[in-house]
T-cell receptor, first 114, second 114 residues
Framework: TQLLEQSPQFLSIQEGENLTVYCNSS?????LQWYRQEPGEGPVLLVT?????EVKKLKRLTFQFGDARKDSSLHITAAQPGDTGLYLC??????????????FGQGTILTVHP | EAQVTQNPRYLITVTGKKLTVTCSQNMNHEYMSWYRQDPGLGLRQIYY???????DKGDVPEGYKVSRKEKRNFPLILESPSPNQTSLYFCASSLSAGTRREQYFGPGTRLTVT
C-alpha cells in the first residue's frame, strides 16, 4: 500500500502570511495532484504535476513536484481569507499493483483570519 | 453540464440492510472510482474501474462491491452494512486511467449505519 504523508494537518494564519504544505512518500508516483475541498462539497482539482522537478504556478499558489517524484509541496503567498479550506494531495500509482490507484494524503485544514 | 451525480446524498440505515449508492457521469470518462472520507484519514480509495467490465480493489475494499456494466455508471453496493462503514462517500471519474488520472468528484453521500 502506498502512503502519502501530508503536513501540517492544521494551519491557522493571518491574512497576508505565506505558508507551505508538504506531501511526502517513499513511493514513486506517475503524477501528483492537489485538490481543494469546501465543506459539503467534493474536492476540486487545482493542479497536476507530472515531471520530476516540475513547478507550476496558479496566481498566488506554487506547486512543486520532487525530483524523484516522491514528494510535493504547495506554497501560498500572501494568503487571503478566501484561501480557507481543506487542501488534499493525491498521488497516481506508477506501476505494478499500484497502477490505476490514487492515494490521498490526510489533508490540511487551512484557516486564514482577516 | 459536465458532472458526476450520486444518489442518495444522505442515507441512514440499519446494520445488515443491503444498500446501493448510485454514481453516474456524463463526460464519457473511462476511469471511475469510489472513496470514503473519514476525519483525520483523508480520502481512501475503495474500488476503481479503468473501463467497462474492469474493476480493481483500492486500499479499503472490504465490505463493498462494485460493478461497471456501462461506461457512465459505477454503483457502490454494501451487502451487509456495519457501523464502521458510517462515512462520507465520494464517486469520481477521470478521462483516462493514464499518468494524470485527474478526478472529477461527485457531491458526496453521507451514510450512517446504526
Amino acid at each position: 500500500t502506498q502512503l502519502l504523508e501530508q503536513s501540517p494537518q492544521f494551519l491557522s494564519i493571518q491574512e497576508g502570511e505565506n505558508l507551505t504544505v508538504y506531501c511526502n512518500s517513499s513511493s514513486v508516483f506517475s503524477s501528483l495532484q492537489w485538490y481543494r475541498q469546501e465543506p459539503g462539497e467534493g474536492p476540486v482539482l487545482l493542479v497536476t504535476v507530472v515531471t520530476g522537478g516540475e513547478v507550476k504556478k496558479l496566481k498566488r499558489l506554487t506547486f512543486q513536484f520532487g525530483d524523484a517524484r516522491k514528494d510535493s509541496s504547495l506554497h501560498i503567498t500572501a494568503a487571503q481569507p478566501g484561501d480557507t479550506g481543506l487542501y488534499l494531495c493525491a498521488g497516481a500509482g506508477a506501476g505494478g499493483t499500484s497502477y490505476g490507484k490514487l492515494t490521498f494524503g490526510q489533508g490540511t485544514i487551512l484557516t486564514v483570519h482577516p | 453540464e459536465a458532472q458526476v451525480t450520486q444518489n442518495p446524498r444522505y442515507l441512514i440505515t440499519v446494520t445488515g440492510k443491503k444498500l446501493t449508492v448510485t454514481c453516474s457521469q456524463n463526460m464519457n470518462h473511462e476511469y471511475m472510482s469510489w472513496y470514503r472520507q473519514d476525519p483525520g484519514l483523508g480520502l481512501r480509495q475503495i474500488y476503481y474501474s479503468m473501463n467497462v467490465e474492469v474493476t480493481d480493489k483500492g486500499d479499503v475494499p472490504e465490505g463493498y462491491k462494485v460493478s461497471r456494466k456501462e461506461k457512465r455508471n459505477f454503483p457502490l453496493i454494501l451487502e451487509s452494512p456495519s457501523p464502521n462503514q458510517t462515512s462520507l462517500y465520494f464517486c469520481a471519474s477521470s478521462l483516462s486511467a493514464g499518468t494524470r488520472r485527474e478526478q472529477y468528484f461527485g457531491p458526496g453521500t453521507r451514510l450512517t449505519v446504526t
